[in-house]
């Protein structure tokens, strides 16, 4: 990922010195269960622990040389150690410590994003009880339909990252996982017990089978997982973009960005952002997808793949998540052109509760649909009160007291229930 | 989905006359609950469930006069029952009928993908252990690795659509939701008890909360599960498809399809049929995660996707899931094939074994493995048996006696573990 | 593709009888050609083409016994002659026909599209020229930029339809291709001739090489076409959508939908529906590609994701291009909207014309756009007129005469260059 | 995209530096040709063109300061220039600058890649002569179906190179564009004919229309392009890891790499990388695609998407070709290996050419088919030559002479189109 939207602590997790220590942390974890279990000697296991040192600028060196990342490291190592490095790796294949390292890096990047997403959780439900109460139009088809309270609609996006969260907390479950199995799974040699150290001393759950590596299925869930968390944010990201626009203007981000050429802008540039680079994220969950396809006990066809999306779409995600936040947390939220957009649509947005009354009151729905039709319709040509035209119509003064009027036309009508449902999120 | 690839019960559950079956249960649902709370006349819910009746031929003859697919259904339901009928679909929006009886229909789809998963899952199993020591070559990039056994291959992939099953289940927890919450997710004209009690009777769990629909994470997350299982599927199809061919000659599909030219094809075409089917089952999850993002408290663009994505996913996902089971239950499996090819390299899958002993035996990694990688060279270029060519080499017959190097050429000693791992299954 | 999104005549193209069709004209070409070249008898050909007769219900029953559909058409056509029904298909492979068909399908379902592609055109060109100078709100980010027309609107759209149609009828000259070349490729069994002749006959080109099938590179361009030619329609839709909203009001869709519940709305559904289909093409177009990638000769897993993909991809563009003709065509424009949202920003539009001309006049960049800056936020944020506060400060009075400011604030000063624009489209 | 898959001179293209650079250029024609039309002070263009300095460093910090990278960019260049500086900029947008410099970008790009398909192509050509009559087995669903050549299936390789090329070069075309038309492609502060002199002095065609940016339908077909590469490298490097495998071992990567554990692999690394890089460039096109929809006259959300993608996209698809190139130039072909495997099936990859013959002699296709094909899986299981089966059943002995047996069982009878074939590409 560039590293305009590469934010620490991620951007740390994801270097190449960072996969080399954890590769490190899994050599020293084996050598040390080994030693335990008397398959290498308790001295050469020390002398690893002691004098292990890394060297990313050798371990580069040789691998110009040999062509094998892992392999380049691990000699590295054995320099470094001098004789008893010969015990390290032993009885290994590369992928016993690359995907159990990866498992390390998968458990810390998922640790962050839930962090992230927690304290998002805590900003959109502060956000959401501050405007319980702020009428604004609801809109569907991007036309008013009937009011809502803008409180209402972060709950919407509070509960929604809940949702996220728990995904993430799921995914970290998953994905916390080693292994130790060797070239195609069978323990030839290497015992069943030092996976289980090994994975043990490292946090992680041993897998219970695998071939050269683990599944696919397990990081394609976690990929999904983000890209999901990704199109939450674009929805919200998007929603803020369209109450932001100039003739809505009911939300402004409070640190946007202003134009080069055109002084006046005040443009919503972090959602906009936010909305590409969930793209990504998405597109590389296909990738992970495909990736599940394996031929046999291990082909690399998945390495070039991981080695690119799966940084990129934890940096995205991780972007995405701290800086909505940011957006939400600074939303400058406009209740009083809330309250005057609503009333730009002449009080039509009443018409359902005028219609559901007037079947109430015996009038056929086909009839009454077509008739509150027509009214709302004149309402927004003529430009004329709904109320008034409601009001007006003798049909409707058959059926409809003036006091019945009255209480249909209240906002209230449309509030009773918010308390009920914020209730629901204590 | 086209015909072919649509089998029963999936299809029957994707039929416009179960869509609308589904709508009118709601509708029942709804008219009970809103009598029992009194919001309609006891009678008129019970004129209306007694008499209201499906007829989707006026249903669609009304909607191609109105452009409106359930409005036009409610009317034709309200013909049937006569004036009662306007208290049909009281206070409601349209998608609190749609997505509840969504919600009714994904959660009896998943219910079948869960009984076939299940189903498969138990055939792996069996399949695994008869083949628990079956002697193959594991192969990793393709190339012959080190021995393992066929039901070690087997008992991966049976793992694995565990998992799936896993996810399978929490997405019809996740998605066996309704929402009776009224075109902006107010409750406006409709009391939330009535909610409570529609999703009761049709065993759903009500949306803590929505707008005029279900939050479309919910079904991205469905959609994704389904292309991991997809994924599984697709992976398992290639691997037989690879042991398949003519060189390798492991394994055949029990009924395969031969070809209208060359008579003496046997294919492995159901496996190919089901990697391609795979394919779009993954495109269709892309699809569900764009669904994400809707303008304000609705908008369709989602609408025309699932009518289509939705069924496509499910029926693939099923064909998937009974033809792979079919397959893997009628597989002819060549034990003898498998073992002849094992010993196509020539010993060299002990390539490793002798490697380690050597180092354990004090010859440096370095030194070890360009040793062991020219004999291993030569024996394949030579046309030479390995073994022989290591108890030759003086450098070795220093470090090993040929007993011991009788132990390390032993199949045995890679199979030592392989009831370890089954017991873990147990 | 369902019912719902497939038109005439792109829906009678890809029914299973029109397949079967058009395989029956590639045996009958065949059977000509072989005839003509002393292949095989001319009496032989002479009673083929009188008696084959295309009996889908039988080709289906023989199907699914022998499980082979074009095997299973083959045989039905033989029975349909008798005795000489023996020459059909001679030295054919199944893909010489299936392939070869599939070109004259996509030939003329891209003939289809380009004919509607050109209708678009035709209307978009009306449109924009209509509206030529039609004054409203250029927008970036959502906000107000400076002014445009509407009809430069239309024409970019125009202009992108334009290229689109060229790559439509790249792909068509690309993918009218035949082969008939066996089963590997090699003509073992059929001279080139033979397969020079018939796709002359079909007004196809012949595929200069071969393998079982025509390349797979081919169908992706083609269904990347597609996928281009939706995201075109996906983003005028889009457009559309954003302009039709309640705030916004400029445009409205000339027969929109209303609401179940909600008598007053009047939505852009048409619009949203064609940003979903969209998503289905787009998605379609992934899986193409992934079917490029074919094991050795042939294989099948690119046939069943092609089944579905194919005509549903060219019935969803279809439905695009077909609807959003619809759509431009009725669009009502509200141009005295357009005029008055154009004003709510205050004269701010005119920002840049102000701030060059103070450069040009002398002031520092910097210190200008800061100017400038300011007193836009002030006209917005206080409701001034953007023009009175620019003529009141003294920084300003300096440089610019009055009537120099009312020179800036001319809407002409964003005019005159219209004609210019328009004429490149002669 | 990460170091490891980057190569020169693809590389260099896309640096932070490279694209400033490319800014200056088009900020310096502009300034040329506006001082050309009177515009601007004649040495005050002598002045910017003299003294105009990239300042990376300086343009960053200002960048930290504005949130605004052009913008930065823009102030940097001033400051180095001094009280002229004011003109430089002038009238322009930002997208002015950026999409014109992004027309360079892409120009450049392509004509590397272009340079690497020629490449290719002359190394594919050279490969598929020295191999024209390289006999091998043509496989069909992984199973020998007929003898073909392996120069035959290098031709097909090259001549779907070729038409990728023609597709780099049309895309080249179309993306060598710019466009200086200001904020909303009116040219409300900027004449037109600036706009044709830039892009004449750029060696690019103007866009014929344009709003704030050029319109992404092209970009679109640009990452598709790229994208139909990628599969077909794909699809080739897919067969060599195929024919590569133990069992096959028809040809062998000339610098393969091992393995860390197993000193007896050789895998066709490179190959594997190749087919996992593809899928990054196919859903990056995935994500080109969705950027066509966008708001307005512009709006950002494409701009995070294409910093990651396009770069990413061309530096992955340079690594496809030219290491597919080195793959195919460096490529083992055992020849030997091919006529062995041929052989494997007994003589059964001539059971068409007798089938054809028995039918061409009068039997009928239904009891020809059934006799060939059960005496092709008698050769199989009873690991019998088939020819000797042929020629002892009394059925066929009655319509076929032991010299027709012969001619048919001939490798000749299936390379008699090879010189045909490979004429057409002369």
Redesign the interface.
């Known amino acids: 990922?560039?590293e305009?939207?590469s934010l620490s602590p991620m951007k740390e997790l994801w270097t190449e010195e960072a996969k080399y220590r954890r590769w490190l942390q899994v050599e020293l974890a084996v050598a040390e269960a080994q030693a335990e279990l008397g398959y290498i000697p308790a001295e050469a296991a020390q002398a690893i622990t002691a004098k292990a040192r890394l060297n990313v600028a050798r371990a580069k060196e040789i691998e110009s040389q040999i062509?094998?990342d892992?392999?380049a490291f691990?000699?590295s190592l054995?320099e470094s150690v001098g004789p008893e490095g010969?015990y390290i790796?032993?009885?290994?294949?590369?992928y016993d410590v690359e995907d159990t390292a990866l498992g390390l890096a998968l458990k810390e990047a998922l640790a962050i994003l839930i962090g992230e997403a927690k304290r998002l959780t805590e900003i959109l439900k502060r956000r959401a009880i501050e405007h319980k109460r702020t009428l604004m139009?609801?809109?569907?088809?991007?036309?008013?339909?009937?009011?809502?309270t803008f409180g209402?609609?972060v709950?919407?996006w509070y509960?929604?990252i809940c949702?996220?969260l728990q995904?993430l907390q799921?995914a970290q479950v998953l994905i916390s996982l080693g292994k130790v199995s060797?070239?195609?799974?069978?323990?030839?040699?290497v015992d069943?017990e030092v996976e289980r150290r090994v994975c043990a001393r490292l946090g992680l759950a041993p897998a219970?089978?695998?071939?050269?590596i683990l599944?696919?299925?397990?990081h394609?869930?976690v990929l999904?997982t983000l890209?999901?968390c990704a199109?939450?944010v674009?929805?919200i990201a998007?929603?803020i973009?369209?109450l932001?626009?100039?003739?809505?203007a009911e939300v402004r981000e409070g640190c946007p960005?202003?134009?080069?050429?055109?002084?006046?802008?005040?443009?919503?540039?972090t959602c906009?952002?936010l909305?590409?680079?969930a793209?990504?994220v998405?597109?590389?969950?296909?990738?992970a997808?495909?990736?599940?396809?394996?031929?046999?006990?291990?082909?690399?066809?998945?390495?070039?793949?991981e080695?690119?999306?799966i940084p990129?779409s934890f940096l995205a995600t991780h972007y995405l998540l701290v800086k909505l936040a940011g957006v939400v947390e600074h939303l400058i939220v406009n209740a009083n052109r809330m309250r005057q957009?609503l009333e730009?649509?002449r009080g039509?947005?009443f018409?359902?509760?005028v219609?559901?009354k007037l079947?109430?009151n015996g009038m056929?729905?086909?009839q009454a649909?077509e008739l509150?039709?027509g009214l709302?319709?004149r309402?927004?040509t003529e430009q004329k009160n709904?109320k008034t035209l409601v009001g007006a119509h003798p049909d409707i003064q058959k059926l409809l007291s003036p006091r019945e009027i009255d209480e249909l036309f209240d906002y209230e009508?449309?509030?009773?229930?918010?308390e009920?449902?914020f209730a629901?999120?204590q």
């Open positions: 990922m560039i305009r939207y062509g094998h892992l392999l691990v000699r054995e010969r790796h032993r009885g290994l294949t590369s139009a609801g809109r569907t088809h991007g036309m008013h339909a009937e009011p809502i209402l609609k709950l919407i509960e929604e949702r996220n995904r799921t060797g070239s195609v799974g069978t323990y030839a040699h069943p219970p089978i695998s071939n050269q599944q696919r299925d397990l394609a869930q999904t890209a999901i199109g939450t674009e929805k998007t929603e973009r369209n932001h626009r100039t003739e809505i960005h202003g134009s080069s050429s055109m002084p006046h802008k005040q443009n919503p540039s906009e952002t909305t590409g680079l793209r990504i998405r597109v590389n969950a296909l990738a997808l495909e990736n599940q396809t394996i031929w046999h006990e291990q082909d690399l066809t998945r390495s070039s793949v080695r690119v999306i990129d957009n730009l649509s039509t947005v018409s359902q509760a219609l559901l079947i109430d056929a729905r086909t649909h509150i039709s709302a319709g309402a927004m709904f009508y449309h509030l009773k229930h918010v009920t449902i629901r999120f």
